[in-house]
């Protein structure tokens, strides 16, 4: 699996680039998580982006919820993906980049 893959038939879209920013977030703040755009699509949620990020805490990861308050968790991720979403923008970001940020990380790590 390669670390980064491009998609040169496939437009750069709103949807990919905030799940990238996401992903670049999640990475940033050394998170190991990573959302492919099916789990994006079925994540994905109309209440707004704390709600997704509070709800993807509850389901996929409660155990943080023992040590972290939800708010605060769901305030700096949804912060910090703003920022990395303004960056993809300003830099004129076109085509889909697919970056897996997990594989990324455990490699700076060395696992």
């Known amino acids: 699996m390669s670390i980064t893959s491009l998609d040169h038939d496939v437009a750069f879209d709103n949807v990919d680039a905030h799940r990238h920013a996401y992903n670049a977030a999640f990475y940033e703040l050394g998170l190991k998580w990573h959302w ?4 994006y699509r079925c994540v994905s949620c109309k209440d707004g982006e704390k709600q997704l990020i509070r709800s993807y805490l509850e389901t996929h990861q409660p155990h943080l919820l023992k040590a972290y308050d939800a708010d ?3 305030d700096m991720i949804q912060q910090t993906k703003t920022r990395c979403f303004e960056n993809l ?8 980049a697919s970056i897996n940020w997990a594989e990324l990380q455990s ?5």
Do not use: K, P, T, Y
Request: net charge negative.
């Open 89 to 96: 923008v300003a830099n004129g970001s076109r085509h889909s």
């Open 72 to 74: 605060f968790l769901a």
């Open 36 to 39: 492919d755009s099916e789990f």
């Open 107 to 111: 490699r700076e790590v060395g696992i």
